[in-house]
């Protein structure tokens, strides 16, 4: 098992530092200039025009990633999007028919609801795509089309590759949804390509410059009951996945919370205990988020900052700082979980928990 783990203490550590090699073996071949490519999709341009919804359908970290997918094709491709768990998806009678587009997302390709919520799918004459990491797995097989992620395979029960690359997955839909139906103009659709393929070298100096860092940071959790994070945006997304990987390996109670809604409740839990992690990556909405950390500030909170390293300002507003490489904001989301990986990794490690096994969790979930 040792020689598995290649040098590292646990599969979790492993795996988030193969995110550079993951993140570019999925976007190989798929990315031309100011166009993707996606040989497992087959949809004409006239097909995609008459979807007049998106219904994006994951558990667990997957649906995370969904959230993420959602803003971009709403975005970009103008299509309107909902995101549901699939074993809520099943239950609510969800409107779909054959003009809706039906996402499904799941890294081992065999989680019951997620199978479930794609046949229902299927049966109600929706086109159905996977965004899958198993290549011939039950969800790869059953779907009209694939995109696969190609992180390899994924041990530690806490999904980390897999999460990025299904969000490369979620942006090569978005664009190629966007390019057929022409929402966008080309020069910008270049753009973000360009910027694309730029990602994976920004998380390896992340790795590479960033994990120490991270390890002095995580002290700050070795002693609390629970913990926030909050964002606006896909920064909200992002801190829904932030919160669930603490909670799952650092059996620290934690939750994420858009920023602009703290004042509706949350706020009334915050003292100096709860440390607070602020994402502020999203430019349009940095202001706000900004004035939203100071309200947690005043109650005392331990905040710890995380933005581009352009917002040379939000470090007064915070006690700590991360910096993350520049990028679009669209594609800030496969950047900034990296380090909240890292954090969830380290406390877990100093509260002495089975990191890549925690108590009570399954890597794959294949009971209803
Ligand atoms: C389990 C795992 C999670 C995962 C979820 C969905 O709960 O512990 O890490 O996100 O299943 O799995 P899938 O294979 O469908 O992505």
Same mark, same amino acid.
């Given at each position: 098992v040792a020689a598995e783990k290649g040098g590292y203490e646990h599969f979790m550590l492993k795996e988030i530092?193969?995110? !550079?090699?993951?993140?570019? *073996? /999925?976007?190989?071949?798929?990315?031309? $200039?100011? $166009?993707?490519?996606?040989?497992?999709?087959? &949809?004409?341009p006239k097909e995609v025009a008459l979807f007049n919804k998106v219904a994006i359908v994951a558990c667990g970290t997957a649906y995370h990633a969904g959230? =993420?997918?959602?803003?971009? #094709?709403?975005?970009?491709?103008?299509? !309107?999007?909902?995101?549901? #768990?699939?074993? +809520? @998806?099943?239950?609510?009678? !969800?409107l779909i028919d054959d003009k809706t587009l039906v996402v499904v997302i799941s890294q081992s390709g065999e989680t019951a609801d997620t199978l479930a919520a794609l046949r229902e799918s299927k049966k109600k004459g929706a086109r159905v795509i996977a965004i899958t990491n198993v290549v011939g797995s039950s969800v790869a097989r059953e779907a009209h089309d694939v995109i696969h992620t190609w992180a390899?395979? +994924?041990?530690?029960?806490?999904? /980390?590759?897999?999460?990025?690359?299904? #969000?490369?997955?979620?942006?090569?839909?978005?664009?190629?949804? /966007?390019?057929?139906?022409?929402?966008?103009?080309?020069?910008w659709i270049t753009e973000i390509i360009s910027e694309l393929g730029k990602i994976p070298d920004k998380a390896e100096i992340i790795l590479k410059e960033g994990a120490e860092r991270i390890k002095t940071l995580a002290r700050y959790f070795e002693e609390v009951g629970s913990a926030f994070f909050i964002g606006r945006g896909l920064d909200w997304a992002v801190a829904q996945e932030g919160s669930l990987k603490l909670k799952e390996i650092s059996y620290i109670h934690?939750?994420?919370?858009?920023?602009?809604?703290?004042?509706?409740?949350?706020?009334? &839990?915050?003292?100096? *205990?709860?440390? =607070?992690?602020? &994402?502020?990556?999203?430019?349009?909405?940095?202001?706000?988020?900004?004035?939203?950390? =100071?309200?947690?500030?005043?109650?005392?909170?331990?905040?710890?900052? @995380?933005? @581009?390293?352009?917002?040379? *300002?939000? $470090?007064?507003?915070?006690? +700590? =700082? @991360?910096? #993350?490489?520049?990028?679009?904001?669209?594609?800030a989301p496969l950047l900034t979980v990296i380090p909240l990986q890292l954090l969830s990794y380290y406390v877990s490690v100093a509260r002495g928990n089975d990191v890549d096994k925690p108590r009570n969790l399954a890597k794959s979930v294949t009971v209803e």
């Open positions: 530092f193969e995110q !550079p090699k993951a993140l570019r *073996d /999925t976007l190989a071949g798929r990315l031309n $200039h100011d $166009h993707v490519v996606l040989q497992e999709v087959d &949809l004409t959230l =993420i997918g959602k803003g971009l #094709i709403e975005h970009w491709a103008k299509i !309107p999007v909902e995101v549901d #768990i699939a074993s +809520e @998806f099943r239950y609510r009678a !969800p390899g395979p +994924e041990i530690a029960v806490a999904s /980390t590759k897999a999460y990025t690359t299904q #969000i490369e997955g979620m942006i090569l839909l978005a664009l190629y949804l /966007t390019q057929a139906k022409g929402t966008m103009p080309k020069e934690a939750e994420a919370y858009a920023s602009g809604e703290l004042k509706h409740g949350t706020l009334a &839990l915050i003292t100096e *205990d709860t440390p =607070i992690i602020a &994402l502020a990556t999203q430019r349009d909405l940095y202001e706000k988020t900004v004035s939203n950390v =100071i309200e947690v500030k005043a109650r005392d909170a331990k905040v710890i900052g @995380f933005t @581009f390293e352009g917002n040379t *300002d939000f $470090h007064k507003s915070v006690n +700590e =700082i @991360f910096y #993350i490489p520049e990028t679009v904001n669209e594609l």
